[in-house]
């Protein structure tokens, strides 16, 4: 029996080649999404879910309030860890982390010879309860005691290799290994780790080492308690049942005890609450982000992408459905006569899902070859980690099957059902469709088709906002200058501020370059400095708050064009005793007049230092659009001077004068910086860096109107051939009455033209409130226009229009004899 089934099947397919083709084509498109997105998004979630007991491994983190806005840091208090470990209830295990960047030195005693790593980064400072929270295997070393004492380093395998190519992990142990001046023993090797995690530390050094060395403790600030330094943070692994709350309200308590306020401190003061971070929730949440995490990833974009292959597939289902429905009235006779032969209606539906399910394996075979393809297409877009590995990854082989099955039954079973359904003396009669445009299978199938253009116009006018918005943000004028510059910056050990006044000369000779400065970051960074002041206005009215702080020489807010509304440009005299402020401060301190802000002071809380208002610029974004523009002050300090801003000369026409420039700045880099790489960037690349997501999110959305788009045409062509295989005797008749060519091809496209505008009704408010979900990220954002929506319904009308023309106008040319001769 079963193989009567798949040769009927097979016949099926042949004889009706292009339907099969088109019904393989649909699914395999919605299949290759549905597959490649499945491979994004179960990437993404797998993120250090392999570590034991990972539900109860969290970070502490920190929520700062002030003014009504809160920041987020993963920074804490170097002290924070100790007074946890020794105060706090509920915890099995808690670790430190303590970020370092420094160059690397290999000594091998044996030969007497030194090797140099530049810059080595994934560096910290730890204890041993870093490895009984994490989950790593040991390679060589004690797993228990290898960074109990001082001085003491842990490798992976990787970067043991690295350092000591030429030996097994067991001579590794007692090696050396110098970080800057710190010099440290190998105690122990850990074998790199080859899932996925943001954890991807390669040299463990003894946290002890930091509380015996008094310079870098110094510099880790591990003694201060009112300082919150970025690269401290702290591990804990809660006992089972422990509460996260308490546990949290424990650490802000210690902390408060700590740190009570100054006692001439009368402004409001930040409230600080320390939370605790999920492990699993690390990977995805920006705001506490403090390492330069290669993978990070965003739910809400993971959520989406699920979203847009479960419509994809959908459509393809749908289509799907549409198609074999419409090729009902070629199948009729055949199903008239296998029923008067004794078939069954049960033996006509399992034929019917036994063609869905080949068509659909067919689609799988296909799509699964495509998918590498694919991923390689978006490569730009996608962690390199993700790949289809079909015969080590058989979580794959499992969504595929079950991706097969649960297509095969959603798309033939409708199918199976009517068609199984048709009574033979109808059938044989070629009366299988009439009255069918007033049976309930008319209704759902334009039901199905209505779902189709909803899904295709919300995809449309997604993508017309989303573009718009990037659009929006790359070419709003942000309040300073942001083409023909470029920002370079200094080695962070080699630094010396007289090698970079030397290396300021020789950019200065360069004729290609039109002005040269010397500042912190640029105006808008996602690198940026932050601290509180106190102002007294005349009334003895205590004004507290955060400031921005940026800083620059003279030539800082010419070269990016800040315009000055009052008082004068910043001179090296200012250094430690004046500051240029923005708009948005002079407003905070209570003027609206930007000129009397000029010659005002203010200072730190507390302290007796008072720093002088010498002018105030226009307010400029410090960051990306997503967020406000913060009060701010640019300040000469010479030992923050670090980064190189260049303005270039206007190109000529098919020149190559920025080329040359580039090219003569990494020269004179050299002739200063002989051991250091010259590395430099494109100041409006970096500003578009802060949008990539969006971009990213575009392009996306692109593909994915392009592709619905391409179902719903095709669904909507057999629903043209239905409809017109249904009215064929209509048609006939109407022509031998006079009706002409263009008549009959408006008759057959009003009721598609009716469906788009029902569609076009029901998606429209759907879509409005979820751009403006959307656009709520945004501080600063584009209007969403009426014309958005113009345009998604007039383009799909349009497009299918064109689609269903060539099947109405063929069946408006017929030869009316022919057809009312067949009937």
Request: hydrophobic share 45%; aromatic share 12%; net charge positive.
């Amino acid at each position: 029996m079963i193989r009567n089934y798949v040769k009927i099947a097979f016949r099926g397919f042949w004889k009706h080649k292009l339907f099969t083709l088109i019904n393989i084509i649909g699914l395999s498109i919605g299949i290759s999404a549905s597959l490649v997105i499945y491979l994004i998004v179960h990437y993404e979630f797998t993120f250090d879910k392999f570590h034991e007991d990972s539900d109860r491994i969290y970070r502490v983190v920190a929520d700062v309030s002030f003014q009504g806005r809160v920041d987020h840091t993963s920074g804490l208090p170097g002290p924070l860890a100790g007074a946890i470990k020794s105060e706090v209830t509920g915890l099995q295990a808690i670790t430190p982390l303590y970020t370092l960047s420094p160059n690397i030195v290999f000594i091998d005693k044996n030969k007497n010879t030194q090797k140099q790593f530049k810059y080595q980064d994934r560096i910290i400072l730890t204890d041993q309860q870093y490895f009984n929270i994490f989950s790593y295997v040991w390679l060589a070393g004690s797993s228990q005691h290898a960074l109990d004492a001082p001085n003491q380093v842990v490798l992976t395998s990787q970067q043991a290799r690295l350092y000591f190519p030429s030996l097994s992990y067991r001579d590794m142990i007692g090696k050396i290994v110098i970080y800057d001046t710190l010099k440290t023993t190998v105690a122990g090797i850990v074998q790199t780790q080859t899932k996925n995690t943001d954890f991807t530390f390669h040299d463990f050094v003894s946290y002890s080492t930091a509380t015996l060395n008094k310079p870098l403790a110094a510099s880790l600030r591990i003694k201060q308690w009112n300082t919150i330094f970025s690269g401290s943070e702290v591990i804990v692994k809660l006992i089972p049942g422990a509460q996260v709350p308490k546990v949290a309200k424990q650490i802000s308590t210690i902390f408060r005890n700590n740190t009570p306020p100054p006692p001439n401190e009368k402004g409001p003061l930040n409230t600080l609450n320390f939370t605790l971070q999920r492990l699993d929730d690390i990977h995805f949440n920006a705001d506490y982000d403090i390492f330069d995490f290669s993978s990070r990833a965003s739910k809400p974009t993971l959520y989406g992408l699920s979203a847009i292959a479960g419509f994809l597939l959908l459509l393809a289902c749908i289509n799907f459905v549409n198609l074999i429905t419409a090729q009902g009235a070629l199948r009729a006779k055949e199903i008239g006569i296998r029923k008067t032969m004794g078939g069954s209606r049960m033996q006509l539906v399992v034929q019917f899902l036994t063609e869905t399910f080949f068509i659909t394996l067919f689609a799988v075979i296909i799509s699964a070859s495509l998918t590498p393809i694919i991923l390689k297409i978006f490569a730009d877009f996608i962690a390199p980690g993700i790949h289809a590995d079909f015969l080590h990854q058989p979580g794959i082989i499992l969504f595929l099957v079950i991706l097969t099955i649960a297509v095969s039954i959603l798309s033939g079973f409708y199918p199976a059902i009517v068609l199984s359904g048709y009574k033979p003396v109808s059938v044989l009669k070629n009366q299988a469709q009439s009255n069918s445009s007033k049976t309930r299978s008319a209704w759902i199938r334009k039901s199905l088709t209505v779902s189709q253009f909803v899904v295709a116009q919300f995809f449309i006018m997604a993508t017309v906002l989303v573009s718009k918005q990037v659009y929006y943000v790359l070419h709003k004028d942000l309040g300073f200058k942001k083409d023909a510059i470029v920002v370079i910056r200094s080695p962070w050990q080699s630094f010396k501020p007289g090698s970079n006044k030397v290396l300021l000369n020789k950019f200065r000779s360069i004729p290609q370059i039109a002005l040269v400065s010397l500042g912190d970051e640029p105006p808008s960074s996602d690198i940026y400095n932050r601290t509180r002041f106190t102002y007294t206005d005349g009334k003895k009215q205590i004004i507290t708050d955060q400031v921005v702080i940026e800083s620059g020489d003279e030539n800082y807010i010419k070269l990016y064009q800040i315009k000055l509304l009052a008082g004068r440009n910043l001179r090296e005299s200012d250094t430690g005793k004046a500051v240029i402020i923005n708009n948005t401060f002079a407003k905070i301190l209570g003027f609206t007049n930007p000129g009397d802000a000029i010659g005002k002071q203010f200072g730190p809380p507390g302290g007796q230092r008072k720093i002088n208002i010498v002018g105030v610029v226009a307010d400029f974004n410090q960051r990306s659009l997503h967020t406000p523009v913060y009060p701010g002050a640019i300040s000469w300090a010479p030992w923050r001077l670090r980064t190189f801003h260049v303005s270039l000369k206007p190109e000529t026409a098919g020149g190559n004068e920025w080329k040359t420039a580039i090219a003569s700045m990494g020269k004179a880099w050299k002739e200063v910086y002989p051991d250091d790489d010259f590395d430099y960037d494109f100041y409006d690349k970096i500003i578009a860096h802060f949008y990539e997501e969006e971009q990213h999110t575009s392009t996306l959305l692109t593909w994915a109107t392009g592709l619905s788009i391409l179902i719903s045409c095709l669904g909507l062509w057999a629903l043209t051939i239905y409809t017109a295989n249904q009215r064929t005797k209509e048609i006939g008749v109407r022509k031998v009455l006079g009706a002409t060519v263009a008549q009959i091809a408006t008759l057959l496209s009003t009721e598609l033209v009716l469906l788009i505008i029902l569609a076009f009704i029901i998606v429209t408010p759907v879509a409005w409130w979820a751009m403006n979900k959307w656009m709520e990220n945004y501080t600063d954002r584009t209007p969403i226009s009426w014309w958005i929506f113009t345009i998604s319904g007039g383009g799909m009308l349009l497009a299918a229009v064109f689609t269903s023309s060539f099947q109405t106008i063929k069946a408006a040319i017929a030869n009316p004899v022919k057809s009312l001769r067949n009937e």
